[in-house]
């Protein structure tokens, strides 16, 4: 059993940072994509970094060139830093691990950009 827990959120003005955590307990292992996600109200949840295992990363068209997803598998560790922020980027951002047949979520936390 692996549990998630992201931190980092919070309030912010556009043009802002912020970098998000997300702490995993349990095993997981350095094969083991992960991934955030970002949840707005009223709107799908939808993909916005992944990582691979090999240390690839692939990101939204939205946030490209704006945020950085990393691994530290030493420290059960991702992250994910967000640099020049948008209202638009406001959401309930959420970790996520594939391992196997499984999928784990964290319970999200809230990143809020002003303009």
């Known amino acids: 059993q692996v549990q998630l827990v992201e931190s980092g959120g919070g309030l912010v003005q556009a043009g802002g940072s912020l970098k998000l955590s997300c702490a995993a307990s349990?095993?997981?292992?350095?094969?083991?994509?992960m991934s955030w996600y970002r949840q707005a109200p009223g709107k799908q949840r939808e993909l916005v970094a992944v990582?691979?295992?090999?240390?690839?990363?692939n990101y939204a068209e939205s946030v490209k060139g704006r945020f950085t997803i990393s691994r530290d598998n030493a420290k059960n560790t991702v992250h994910l830093q967000m640099n020049s922020l948008k209202p638009e980027d406001t959401a309930v951002y959420y970790c996520?691990?594939?391992?196997?047949?499984?999928?784990?979520w964290g319970q999200g936390t809230q990143v809020t950009v002003s303009s």
């Open positions: 349990g095993s997981i292992f350095s094969i083991n994509p």
């Open positions: 996520n691990l594939r391992a196997g047949v499984y999928v784990y």
């Open positions: 990582i691979t295992g090999g240390g690839s990363s």
